[in-house]
C-alpha cells in the first residue's frame, strides 16, 4: 500500500515535496512514478523513476521545474517553480518493467495528494 503526502496550497512560483513510502521491502522492485488528475480529466503522466538504475523520464511541462528521486522505501517528487496549471490531485504508483507514461501499466497506487497553486 504506497502512502503520499506532501501536497498544500503555494502561490505562482512557490515548492512543494511531495512524499511516497511504503512499508513493503518489495518496493526495491518497482518502478515507480507520479501522476496528476483533474477531477473529470484522465490521469496524466508526470515523472518516472527506476529503482535499479536510477534512470528517471518526465512529462515535457515539467521537466527543468520538477524532480523525482527515491531513498529507500520512499520516492519524492520535488515540485519547483509551481504553476497554475500544475493544480491537480497527485498519485504515487508502482509498476514492474520499464517507465511507462500509460497508467494501466501500473498496479499498485497510492491515495491522492492535493497541490493547488494560485496565481
Known amino acids: 500500500q504506497l502512502q503520499a503526502s506532501g501536497g498544500g496550497s503555494v502561490q505562482t512560483g512557490g515548492s512543494l515535496r511531495l512524499s511516497c513510502t511504503t512499508p513493503?521491502?518489495?518496493?526495491?522492485?518497482?518502478?515507480m512514478a507520479w501522476f496528476r488528475q483533474d477531477p473529470g480529466k484522465e490521469r496524466q503522466f508526470v515523472a518516472g523513476?527506476?529503482?535499479?538504475?536510477?534512470f528517471t523520464n518526465y512529462a515535457d511541462s515539467v521537466k527543468g521545474r520538477f524532480t523525482i528521486s527515491r531513498d529507500m522505501n520512499t520516492v519524492y517528487l520535488q515540485m519547483n517553480m509551481l504553476k497554475p496549471e500544475d493544480t491537480a490531485a497527485y498519485y504515487c504508483a508502482g509498476g514492474r518493467g520499464s517507465i511507462s507514461k500509460n497508467p494501466r501499466s501500473y498496479f499498485s497506487w497510492g491515495q491522492g495528494t492535493q497541490v493547488t497553486v494560485s496565481s
Open positions: 513493503e521491502r518489495t518496493v526495491a522492485a518497482y518502478v
Open positions: 523513476i527506476t529503482w535499479s538504475g536510477g
